[in-house]
């Protein structure tokens, strides 16, 4: 069964970077692509990005271009985003989800990654 | 950009209703549209995918229906373990969630 584990809690303050985790088990994270999904505090989700982890190949949504880095290492089987100049406006929970069975796009997730942004 | 627009916001409704849930796309996205389901503190789960294909493991009161730029979710008879938020997602030209559906018991 595949399991997408991320990294804990996170604040940051403004102006500075985090960076999240995302490991998988039971699963090749080269034969997949991992997606990256945020949601603010009683919001709807906002997808940020994706990356190819076999090639290191990555998309964005065009408000996240500036704000989230994407990268893979595929000898630990994990994925990374890296959130910079932090403001109070990136207080979300992130998730990391990915394709595994052949149904959708995202059919399994991370258990989110809660994000607060204080000084 | 692709734009998704869900509705109705907010649902509520009795144990063993039928439930329609509905996401319009800006533009033709063909079938490429899923659903989840999201319940409170929980990542979102897959229902459907690609319109109408049930997720492995979904229970059949759920389907899904449409095209082009119109499509529906289903709950044939409304169970409790249904009250959640539920969101659309268009892969056909990048990602776009709706904005989601809060569904609670009348």
């Known amino acids: 069964e595949v399991q997408l584990q991320q990294s804990g809690a996170e604040l940051g303050k403004p102006g500075t970077s985090v960076k999240l985790s995302c490991k998988v088990s039971?699963?090749?994270?080269?034969?997949?692509?991992m997606h990256w999904v945020n949601q603010r505090p009683g919001k709807g989700l906002e997808w940020i990005g994706r990356?190819?982890?076999?090639?290191?190949?990555?998309i964005y949504a065009e408000k996240f271009k500036s704000k989230a880095t994407l990268t893979a290492d595929t000898s630990s089987n994990t994925a990374y985003m890296q959130l910079s100049q932090l403001k109070s406006d990136d207080t979300a929970i992130y998730f990391c989800?990915?394709?595994?069975?052949?149904?959708?796009?995202?059919?399994?997730w991370g258990q989110g990654a809660s994000v607060t942004v204080s000084s | 950009d692709i734009q998704m627009t869900q509705s109705p916001s907010f649902l509520s409704a009795s144990v063993g209703d039928r439930v329609t849930i509905n996401c319009k796309a800006s533009?033709?996205?063909?079938?490429?549209l899923d659903w989840y389901q999201q319940k409170l503190g929980e990542a979102p789960k897959l229902l459907i995918y690609?319109?109408?294909s049930l997720h492995t493991g979904i229970p059949s009161r759920f389907s899904g229906s449409g095209s082009g730029t119109d499509f529906t979710l289903t709950i044939s008879s409304l169970q409790p373990e249904d009250v959640a938020t539920y969101f659309c997602?268009?892969?056909?030209?990048?990602?776009?969630f709706g904005a989601g559906t809060k569904l609670e018991l009348k």
């Open positions: 997602l268009q892969h056909n030209s990048g990602y776009t």
């Open positions: 533009q033709n996205i063909n079938k490429y």
């Open positions: 690609n319109t109408n």
């Open positions: 990356i190819d982890p076999a090639n290191g190949n990555t």
């Open positions: 039971g699963y090749n994270i080269r034969n997949t692509y």
């Open positions: 989800a990915m394709p595994y069975s052949g149904a959708g796009v995202m059919d399994a």
